[in-house]
């Protein structure tokens, strides 16, 4: 059986996603992205673009305008839908993490 489609996000199409909360261009985007995950992720253009396409044509966001050869983009709520999937996807592996990890012993069993 195929895997669907995005359904766990990578962490530039995260921080692209988050980036989007509010219309932004490619260089915003990019910017945003570096901003947001305090420099950890950078995203280059040709992943930027290629990321932009197809979640353009998924719906997960709209071109809201241009400006020359700049291209606005927006998050959806499909998009939106899909972050807090993520963000809840990742608070629990967080969680599940933080019984092994959490301790000093390592105790990831119950006994």
Same mark, same amino acid.
């Given at each position: 059986?195929?895997?669907?489609?995005?359904?766990?996000?990578?962490?530039?199409?995260?921080?692209?996603?988050?980036?989007?909360?509010?219309?932004?261009?490619?260089?915003?985007?990019?910017? @945003?992205?570096?901003?947001?995950?305090?420099?950890?992720?950078?995203? %280059?253009?040709?992943? =930027?673009? &290629?990321?932009? #396409? !197809?979640?353009?044509?998924?719906?997960?966001?709209?071109?809201?305008?241009? @400006?020359?050869?700049?291209?606005?983009?927006?998050?959806?709520?499909? %998009?939106?839908?899909? =972050?807090? &999937?993520?963000? #809840? !996807?990742?608070?629990?592996?967080?969680?599940?993490?933080?019984?092994?990890?959490?301790?000093?012993?390592?105790?990831?069993?119950?006994?």
């Amino acid at each position: 059986m195929a895997r669907e489609q995005f359904q766990s996000l990578s962490e530039q199409m995260y921080y692209i996603l988050l980036a989007l909360w509010e219309p932004q261009c490619g260089a915003d985007i990019s910017r @945003q992205v570096s901003s947001l995950s305090q420099r950890r992720i950078q995203v %280059g253009p040709g992943t =930027l673009y &290629t990321l932009l #396409a !197809r979640f353009e044509e998924q719906q997960i966001i709209r071109e809201t305008g241009s @400006q020359g050869r700049k291209r606005y983009y927006m998050i959806t709520d499909k %998009g939106k839908s899909m =972050l807090h &999937t993520e963000y #809840a !996807r990742l608070q629990a592996l967080v969680k599940d993490g933080s019984a092994c990890l959490g301790s000093e012993k390592g105790d990831c069993y119950e006994e």
